[in-house]
């Protein structure tokens, strides 16, 4: 099985805007999240230290900035914690996962329909 990457709400908010940068300095990630969160420079900047540490990001130097790029792509993220919530909520049973979600959430005629898309795409796949 692949590597887990299960990150928390502030580094999946971090790595949100290196995926749309494809690198940032602390400052900028800083000045990204600042509207919504109100984080000082330094917590931004300790939590991409902890991120290198994990593997998720790296960095490079240019003068004394670091400058941070993500070392895993958002798929396998989504991949990772979807994979991860599907085994401790629902162990492992996917249908059941679907279920709940048709269940408790709202869905609209568009969003039905482009699941019946998928859900077909899926079975010529398999044939």
């Known amino acids: 099985m692949s590597k887990t990457h299960t990150l928390a709400d502030l580094q999946l908010a971090i790595m949100r805007v290196l ?15 600042l509207p919504d969160r109100g984080l000082a420079p330094t ?7 902890k991120m290198e540490k994990k593997g998720v990001v790296r960095h490079h130097s240019e003068g004394r900035r670091f ?4 070392n ?3 798929r396998e993220v989504k991949r990772s914690m979807v994979g ?8 492992g049973d996917v249908t059941a996962l ?3 979600l048709l269940v408790e959430h709202e869905t609209n005629p568009a ?15 398999e044939r």
């Open 72 to 74: 895993v792509t958002e």
């Open 84 to 91: 991860e919530l599907t085994e401790r909520l629902f162990a």
């Open 43 to 49: 917590t931004v900047a300790t939590m991409l230290v």
């Open 98 to 100: 679907v279920s709940h």
């Open 67 to 70: 400058v941070y790029s993500p």
């Open 19 to 33: 995926w749309a940068n494809q690198e940032a300095t602390v400052a900028q990630v800083h000045e990204a999240l």
């Open 111 to 125: 969003e039905i329909e482009e699941l019946k898309r998928l859900i077909a795409e899926s079975e010529n796949e």
